[in-house]
Structures are given as structure tokens and as C-alpha cells.
């Protein structure tokens, strides 16, 4: 049920341009011999800059790498940004997070220009379609094209289909009537996924077992044998899942690591040794703060510039008016707004809670359901133009034209069962309801808002899918690193929360040698890359550049939410929303409260989210 309406990719703008002179003013490139690939066009253009600037190549490794002489081989889709400076000084490898992002449509993206303007543009970006994903073979597919449909739509309906059946409740949680409805639901919906489960089996087979992180660790360093020269240093920059394979190489490869910077980490012990529905409330346990930063950033701002505020509104208010709309949808308002559920205005705030670039297009929606809900605006929103929900076709799919991304969402839907469940801690004790009861607590007692959509994500079902990953690692020992790492989270992060990241940063230092440096984003969503950081951003390029090491450092941001802002600028010490920067006291990397405003890109997890919105809402919302 996913659908990605997009317009140019899933970027919301560019970052700031960050330019740092290194001490030393003359810098002497290496030639690289060592790049064994043969790069040529890639299947589809650059989405910015010159088409010139974006190479690809096909990368062969064993399937098996535990049986790497069967003969049998995957062959990996690589893409490679070149360095804007005309010089490379080496080259960074990226995942973007999943699982199952396709790198190479990520490069394509404009998301690949502010990573390169990060880095100052002195390096070569390379990411990959992992196993199973995109143009990489085998591809994981568990979806035919049927009548009409192709095989992307199909997917989509099968993510519609389960948030379509997921715990009904008002804004303040289940009531029991609720809770006995969800649970009555179990078994059907078990059947559903036994028959999902059992066709991806016969269409796969045993690639299902290939598709693991560890294999994708592995490719990861045969590729930078390929291009930087065997034994190389690993550059690699993780987002989201990419930190699992992060933290996955740290372990396997410490003697390889080089420069790595993983940002909004993933507990990778948390997602390989527990069942997988038990990090439901882990991961979500700042959903409500980081939902608050919205809602606080909203008032802030004011009528002029957020329609669901007044003049006089709180964050307290706001917040109090999103629960009285989730509980009118509840209630529910007649045919003409059926499509207007409590998931499609969950999913909105939710939307809100990861990506704040996209605060004022969201609340400009939410104003349009309280429109159509009540037969009247909101007091201070303007919708004149707007179509009632009732004649809006539900689940409607806007197809993409022009050079935008071509996300093969069949196969990242696939791909993240087949990744996520695969990787999975064994959990045969454990039965639907058990999941189910669970994302009810979750729903009471630890996030309102994003606990029923749970459900669309494999956590829930990953007690069904046996075919777990040939190889997979239990994160257990602090590894002695070849050199010290950045771990980044921001201060509200609803899918990986800044706890994790201290969790990771103290498991590395534990060997008695810093070998993890934390720097917190004081800001909300998912990932560093949603609030830029001038402060964030310069650490990132001094430590790629010149291996500059810092202390542990609070940065703060450098964002305006809602245009018009008056507050821009001025640290929200409630929220950390709008904040001049901070540090440490041994830190001396500030950065200018008055620097240019810029945006964000969505990851891979924001694509699967917002596809969910538009099918839901049918609202053609652009990215």
C-alpha cells in the first residue's frame, strides 16, 4: 500500500554549503590504480548537477560467502558520485538505510548532493543496490504483477491491506472494545501473511538466505578491495539500518575501519538478539517528544506561518486539537469522509514526527481533514481549492513521469521482510496475539501515535518468516578499532532514539580506549540530515577530511520549520526545535545561528512511511 508520490525525489532542499579549509593548503592526490570496476552510463540520469557525474558499474561476489566455490554469484548494481573538486580524495561508501534502500537511486537523488556538500566535495560517493533490491541480482521479489497491476502496485496493496486492519483507537489508546476487535483480527491476519510468507518462498527459494547483513558486510569490503586497493582503510557513512552494517563491520573488520560516521543508530544487538516485535517500544520510546516538536515549533510560528495554529495557541493546545481530530475520525463523520481514518491522521503525525521538513505541507493537510470532518475550516487554516475527502479516490496512484526516482518498491518491500525477519533472533515461542498484545501496550503506554502502525512493519510478523540468514551476528564483545569513529543521534529521533546511539558510543569505549565520539543533534526526526547542523555538518567534514577526532559535542541546528518563523534562530530549550548552536566546553566546533536555512532528505524508512499517506489519503503530496 505504499505509493511514492514524488515529484523530484524525496529530498525537501539542499543543505548548507560548508566550505573548510584544511591547515594544510597543499594537498597531494594519489592516483588510484587499484579501481578494478568498469564504469560506464547508468541506467537512469542524475537527477542534479552533470549526468557526467554519476557512474555505474556491475560488482560480481559469491552468493554464498560462506561457500564462496559453488559458483554461484550476486551481481551488485553500483553507483558512484564523482568529487565535485576535480581531486578525490578518496571514496566514502553509503548505505541509506532500509533495510533494502536502493543505493543507486539514492545517488540519483539530490539526497547524494548535500552528503557531497557535507563533505565539501572532495570525495567519491559509492552506494549499491544490497542484495535482493533494485538492479542488483538476484532480486528478492515476492509480488506478481496482477490484471492491471504491476508488481509495485500489488505491493501496495498489501501494506494498504494491513494498515487497513490495524488496532483502531482514539488519540489516548485503545478502549476494549478496541482491543477485543484487534485481537479477534489475529488469526485472519496471520492467515494473510502465512499465504504472503509461503509465496515469497516458492518465487525464491533459497536466495531468501543470502540477503543478511553480514553478506552485505562482506560486499561492502570486497567492494572497497575493488575500488580503493586491498586491505584499504573503510570509509563508509551509515544512515538508519545502514548503522546496523556499521556496527556489523566494526565487528567483523576492525582492523579495517577507517573513517566511519553512523548516524541514527539502530540498537544492533536489540535487532539481532530479541524477537523482533520487542523493539516496537524501543524504538518508538521519543515518538511523543519528537511529535511535540512539532506541535511546539507550530505555535511558535503562529497563524501566519502553521494553518492549525491561532494567535494564542500553545504547543499543549496544538497538540490537544491533533487528539480531537484523531478521536472525530474515530467517531467518524458519514461516507462523504470516510477515507479520513484515525491510521491516515496517525500517519500524517507521524510523517511530522520523523520528517520536519515537511511540517508545514503536514499541518496544511491536517487542516483540510478538520475541514472536511467538521464541514468548516480550521479558524486559521485557508483550504479554498481543496477537494472533499469524500470525492477524492481512496488509495488513487500517481505515476511518476520525468527524470524522478524509479523506486523498485516491490522488491524494497520484499527485500526488508526478507532483511529484517532473515537477520532475526530465532522466536519460536512467540504467536501472533503475543505481537499484537504488545502493540496494544505500545499503543497505551509508550506512543498514541505511531503504535498502531506498527502493524505494516515486518517486526510483527517476523515469528512467521523461518527462513532466516545463512549467516548472521550477534553483537556481543567491544572490538578494538583501527580508528576512532562519529556516532550522530539527534535529541528526539522517533525510529532510533539518541539512547541507542549512547549505548553504541559506550560499547565501543569500553576496551579503556575512546574510540566513539557522540555528537547529539539537538533537534527532532529521523536522522541528523532532517534539522541541519552547521556545527554537525563541520565535524562530519573535518574528521572525513583530516581525521579530526572531537570531544563529545551537543550541536545545535540551524532549521526553520515554518517559514516565517519569527523565533528562527532562537534555541527552543523546551524542545530543541529552533536553536542556536551549542557545544561542549571542549568543544570549539560552533556554528552561526544565522547561516542559511536549507532541508533535508527522507530515507529510505520516509519513502515507506509517506507511501502509506498517499495511499491512504489519496492526496497527491509532492516530495
Known amino acids: 500500500m505504499f505509493h511514492f508520490l514524488h515529484s523530484r525525489a524525496w529530498i525537501l532542499g539542499l543543505p548548507l554549503s560548508i566550505s573548510y579549509i584544511p591547515p594544510s593548503h597543499q594537498r597531494i592526490i594519489e592516483a588510484r590504480q587499484s579501481d578494478s570496476l568498469q564504469w560506464g552510463p547508468c541506467a537512469r540520469p542524475l537527477i542534479w548537477g552533470e549526468e557526467s557525474s554519476l557512474v555505474c558499474a556491475?560488482?560480481?561476489?559469491?552468493?554464498?560467502?560462506?561457500?564462496?566455490?559453488?559458483?554461484?554469484?550476486?551481481?551488485?548494481?553500483?553507483?558512484?558520485?564523482?568529487?565535485?573538486?576535480?581531486?578525490?580524495?578518496?571514496?566514502?561508501?553509503?548505505?541509506?538505510?532500509?533495510?533494502?534502500?536502493?543505493?543507486?537511486?539514492?545517488?540519483?537523488?539530490?539526497?547524494?548532493?548535500?552528503?557531497?556538500?557535507?563533505?565539501?566535495?572532495?570525495?567519491?560517493?559509492v552506494s549499491w543496490d544490497p542484495r535482493g533490491v533494485g538492479l542488483t541480482t538476484p532480486a528478492i521479489d515476492c509480488f506478481d504483477a496482477r490484471g492491471n497491476q504491476t508488481a509495485d502496485e500489488v505491493a501496495m496493496g498489501f501494506q494498504q491491506y494491513l494498515l487497513e486492519n490495524t488496532l483502531k483507537a482514539r488519540s489516548n489508546g485503545p478502549d476494549q472494545a478496541d482491543i477485543n476487535n484487534f485481537l479477534g483480527n489475529a488469526t485472519s491476519l496471520e492467515n494473510y501473511m502465512q499465504t504472503f510468507i509461503q509465496r515469497c518462498v516458492e518465487k525464491n527459494q533459497d536466495n531468501l538466505k543470502f540477503v543478511g547483513t553480514v553478506a552485505t558486510v562482506k560486499d561492502l569490503v570486497a567492494l572497497v578491495d575493488a575500488i580503493e586497493g586491498p586491505g584499504s582503510p573503510i570509509r563508509y557513512w551509515g544512515l538508519s539500518y545502514g548503522t546496523v552494517i556499521g556496527s556489523t563491520l566494526m565487528d567483523l573488520y576492525p582492523t579495517r575501519v577507517g573513517r566511519v560516521v553512523l548516524d541514527g543508530i539502530l540498537d544492533a544487538t536489540l535487532f539481532s538478539r530479541t524477537p523482533s516485535y520487542q523493539s516496537f517500544a524501543e524504538s518508538s520510546k521519543?515518538?511523543?517528544?519528537?511529535?511535540?516538536?512539532?506541535?511546539?515549533?507550530?505555535?511558535?510560528?503562529?497563524?501566519?506561518?502553521?494553518?492549525?495554529?491561532?494567535?494564542?495557541?500553545?504547543?499543549?493546545?496544538?497538540?490537544?486539537?491533533?487528539?480531537?481530530?484523531?478521536?472525530?475520525?474515530?467517531?467518524?463523520?458519514?461516507?462523504?469522509?470516510?477515507?479520513?481514518?484515525?491510521?491516515?491522521?496517525?500517519?500524517?503525525?507521524?510523517?511530522?514526527?520523523?520528517?520536519?521538513?515537511?511540517?508545514?505541507?503536514?499541518?496544511?493537510?491536517?487542516?483540510?481533514?478538520?475541514?472536511?470532518?467538521?464541514?468548516?475550516?480550521?479558524?486559521?487554516?485557508?483550504?479554498?481549492?481543496?477537494?472533499?475527502?469524500?470525492?477524492?479516490?481512496?488509495?488513487?496512484?500517481?505515476?511518476?513521469?520525468?527524470?524522478?526516482?524509479?523506486?523498485?518498491?516491490?522488491?524494497?518491500?520484499?527485500?526488508?521482510?526478507?532483511?529484517?525477519?532473515?537477520?532475526?533472533?530465532?522466536?519460536?515461542?512467540?504467536?501472533?496475539?503475543?505481537?499484537?498484545?504488545?502493540?496494544?501496550?505500545?499503543?497505551?503506554?509508550?506512543?498514541?501515535?505511531?503504535?498502531?502502525?506498527?502493524?505494516?512493519?515486518?517486526?510483527?510478523?517476523?515469528?512467521?518468516?523461518?527462513?532466516?540468514?545463512?549467516?548472521?551476528?550477534?553483537?556481543?564483545?567491544?572490538?578494538?578499532?583501527?580508528?576512532?569513529?562519529?556516532?550522530?543521534?539527534?535529541?528526539?529521533?522517533?525510529?532510533?532514539?539518541?539512547?541507542?546511539?549512547?549505548?553504541?558510543?559506550?560499547?565501543?569505549?569500553?576496551?579503556?580506549?575512546?574510540?566513539?565520539?557522540?555528537?547529539?543533534?539537538?533537534?527532532?526526526?529521523?536522522?541528523?540530515?532532517?534539522?541541519?547542523?552547521?556545527?554537525?555538518?563541520?565535524?562530519?567534514?573535518?574528521?572525513?577530511?583530516?581525521?579530526?577526532?572531537?570531544?563529545?559535542?551537543?550541536?545545535?541546528?540551524?532549521f526553520d520549520g515554518f517559514p516565517g518563523d519569527p523565533t528562527t534562530g532562537n534555541h527552543n530549550t523546551a524542545t530543541g526545535i529552533i536553536s542556536a548552536p551549542l557545544s561542549s566546553a571542549s568543544s570549539v566546533l560552533q556554528a552561526s545561528s544565522n547561516q542559511a536555512l536549507a532541508r533535508a532528505p527522507l530515507t529510505i524508512f520516509h519513502i515507506f512511511l509517506l507511501s502509506v499517506i498517499g495511499i491512504f489519503s489519496g492526496l497527491s503530496i509532492t516530495l
Open 58 to 125: 556491475n560488482f560480481t561476489a559469491p552468493l554464498d560467502w560462506t561457500n564462496t566455490s559453488n559458483g554461484q554469484n550476486a551481481v551488485l548494481y553500483v553507483a558512484k558520485l564523482k568529487a565535485r573538486s576535480g581531486n578525490s580524495l578518496g571514496t566514502i561508501f553509503v548505505n541509506p538505510g532500509g533495510p533494502g534502500g536502493p543505493g543507486f537511486e539514492f545517488l540519483r537523488d539530490l539526497s547524494s548532493q548535500q552528503l557531497s556538500n557535507i563533505t565539501g566535495g572532495n570525495f567519491d560517493l
Open 286 to 558: 521519543d515518538a511523543e517528544k519528537a511529535l511535540q516538536a512539532f506541535y511546539d515549533a507550530c505555535a511558535a510560528a503562529g497563524p501566519s506561518s502553521c494553518p492549525i495554529a491561532t494567535t494564542n495557541s500553545s504547543g499543549a493546545s496544538i497538540r490537544q486539537w491533533a487528539n480531537n481530530l484523531i478521536d472525530t475520525a474515530y467517531v467518524g463523520g458519514g461516507p462523504a469522509v470516510a477515507s479520513i481514518t484515525p491510521t491516515l491522521i496517525r500517519t500524517q503525525l507521524s510523517t511530522a514526527a520523523r520528517t520536519p521538513p515537511r511540517w508545514q505541507q503536514i499541518a496544511s493537510t491536517l487542516s483540510v481533514f478538520y475541514r472536511d470532518l467538521h464541514g468548516t475550516p480550521a479558524s486559521n487554516s485557508s483550504t479554498t481549492g481543496a477537494q472533499p475527502a469524500g470525492h477524492r479516490k481512496l488509495f488513487a496512484l500517481t505515476k511518476r513521469q520525468g527524470p524522478n526516482l524509479t523506486l523498485p518498491f516491490a522488491s524494497m518491500t520484499s527485500s526488508l521482510y526478507a532483511i529484517w525477519c532473515g537477520d532475526a533472533a530465532d522466536d519460536n515461542n512467540v504467536n501472533t496475539t503475543t505481537v499484537f498484545n504488545e502493540l496494544i501496550r505500545v499503543t497505551k503506554d509508550v506512543a498514541h501515535v505511531d503504535g498502531p502502525l506498527g502493524l505494516g512493519l515486518p517486526n510483527s510478523f517476523c515469528h512467521i518468516w523461518k527462513a532466516r540468514s545463512v549467516e548472521r551476528h550477534y553483537s556481543q564483545e567491544s572490538p578494538r578499532l583501527a580508528n576512532p569513529v562519529l556516532i550522530i543521534g539527534n535529541t528526539y529521533d522517533v525510529i532510533t532514539p539518541l539512547d541507542s546511539a549512547r549505548k553504541l558510543v559506550k560499547r565501543l569505549n569500553d576496551v579503556g580506549t575512546r574510540q566513539a565520539a557522540l555528537i547529539q543533534n539537538d533537534g527532532s526526526g529521523h536522522l541528523s540530515l532532517q534539522m541541519n547542523s552547521v556545527c554537525t555538518y563541520t565535524i562530519i567534514q573535518r574528521y572525513f577530511t583530516d581525521g579530526v577526532f572531537p570531544e563529545d559535542t551537543l550541536c545545535g541546528t540551524n
